[in-house]
């Protein structure tokens, strides 16, 4: 396997355009130029490239809600919720995705989230793999959750105190 070196930094606005291409070209799922920078602003923390050279490869946005936990935890938590990762195909199975999943939980932490939780379809074995590999649990099934009709699997993990 050839190495590929990379990095991690936080997302900045001129980012945009390169972040809202590896989005369509990865994921069915597609959001409106608002909603990045949204996210950016009020969760930069959680906002995250890695790049190869000067190329942006891939990204994690993630928001801190709270809410109940999905893990049986009393009451209501701080929650981070990875609301998309994606990796261009010719940079994916380096450690990419991973190294953006660790770094955002690790930044969900500044915003005092005790856990995290995403969304998977159902038949993307290769990400529900990974996110196994990240201690993930799958907590529950969202039947119909995306437009075209697959189910989610919603996936669930305590973040670690420090």
Same mark, same amino acid.
């Given at each position: ?8 930094? +936080?997302? $900045? @606005?001129?980012? &945009? ?7 369509? %070209?990865?994921? @069915? ?14 969760? @930069? ?29 009393? /009451?209501?938590?701080?929650? /981070?919720?990875?609301?998309? %990762?994606? %990796? &261009?195909?010719? =940079?994916?199975? $380096? /450690? ?9 939980? +690790?930044?969900? +932490? /500044?915003?005092? =989230? $005790?856990?995290?939780?995403?969304? %998977? ?10 996110? $196994?590999? &990240? ?6 099934? =969202? ?9 989610? =699997? ?5 973040? @670690?105190?420090?």
């Amino acid at each position: 396997m050839v190495q590929t070196t990379f990095a991690l930094r +936080r997302f $900045k @606005p001129d980012d &945009l355009e390169k972040v809202m291409h590896i989005n369509q %070209v990865c994921l @069915p799922e597609n959001y409106s130029t608002y909603f990045f920078m949204e996210l950016y602003e009020r969760y @930069p923390e959680t906002f995250l490239v890695a790049e190869v050279g000067l190329d942006i490869v891939g990204y994690i946005m993630c928001r801190i809600e709270s809410g109940l936990s999905g893990l049986g935890l009393f /009451g209501m938590t701080k929650r /981070g919720h990875v609301i998309s %990762v994606a %990796v &261009l195909p010719e =940079a994916q199975r $380096k /450690g990419i995705a991973e190294a953006l999943m660790h770094q955002a939980m +690790r930044s969900m +932490r /500044g915003y005092n =989230a $005790k856990e995290c939780y995403l969304e %998977v379809r159902a038949s993307n074995t290769p990400a529900i793999n990974l996110y $196994k590999k &990240l201690d993930f649990e799958t907590t529950r099934i =969202a039947h119909g959750y995306y437009a075209d009709g697959e189910d989610a =699997a919603i996936m669930t993990r305590k973040l @670690p105190a420090s």
